[in-house]
């Protein structure tokens, strides 16, 4: 069975800080894909990471594959409080995507 | 230019009662994925449709749970017999292509609520 795992659970933050978030496993994913969800919404595609080793920037976001494609990480340069939300990653595994539990990041103001 | 749209967004159901939630993919997607989440998780995968064709339901529990998605209409997720335990939201995506999942996007809906009382 394959699982991510993220870290940390939950993050709460200054304006203006820096953070990353983790997207860890056992197991190789062909790729993976960041979601962010707001509260009574759907989650939101962010990027999709397809190469070992691929770092791709969505503004303030920096998005990394490890080179085993194993895991992943998000980092928000100079937060704000519209980055609030739960982010989840998610592997592709056969005809399924696989997502872990989310990180909860709240970011004052 | 609609998304992924569900509804009902909220259904109120007492235990026993059938639930009928449903699901219309994004214009021109004719592959349509079913999740669960429960409060602070991820999404499970329940089931992947074709249209007209069950292509993987390894996630959909054995008994009560059923989906369909036929020819004409919305996805239609049921539940029969429901239980406290089924209380969730639960969300539908669609892709245009398969391909590798994990490739490629998948658009989700903004969920059902489901609650059981």
């Known amino acids: 069975t394959q699982l991510l795992e993220q870290s940390p659970q939950f993050l709460s933050i200054q304006e203006g800080e820096n953070l990353t978030v983790y997207c860890n496993s056992s197991?190789?994913?062909?790729?993976l894909q960041w979601y962010r969800q707001e509260p009574g919404e759907g989650p939101v595609l962010l990027v999709t990471?397809?190469?070992?080793?691929e770092v791709k920037k969505l503004k303030r976001l920096t998005f990394q594959f490890g080179d085993a494609r194993k895991d992943s990480s998000l980092h928000i340069t100079a937060a704000q409080p519209g980055d609030t939300g739960l982010y989840l990653c998610a592997g592709g595994g056969g005809n399924k995507l696989v997502f872990g539990a989310g990180t909860i990041l709240r970011v004052k103001s | 230019n609609a998304g992924v749209m569900q509804n009902p967004r909220h259904l109120v159901r007492r235990r026993g009662q059938e639930a009928r939630l449903r699901c219309s993919p994004m214009?021109?997607?004719?592959?349509v994925y079913w999740y669960r989440q429960l409060p602070e998780e991820g999404l499970k995968f329940m089931v992947y449709l074709q249209k007209e064709n069950i292509i993987d339901e390894s996630g959909m529990p054995k008994e009560r749970f059923s989906a369909e998605f036929p020819k004409e209409g919305p996805s239609i997720l049921r539940i029969q017999q429901v239980v406290r335990g089924d209380s969730a939201a639960y969300f539908c995506?669609?892709?245009?292509?398969?391909?590798?999942?994990?490739?490629?996007?998948?658009?989700f809906g903004d969920g059902t609520r489901l609650s059981i009382l």
């Open positions: 995506a669609s892709s245009p292509y398969h391909g590798q999942v994990g490739n490629q996007p998948q658009h």
């Open positions: 197991s190789v994913f062909s790729s």
């Open positions: 990471v397809v190469t070992g080793g």
């Open positions: 214009k021109g997607h004719s592959h």
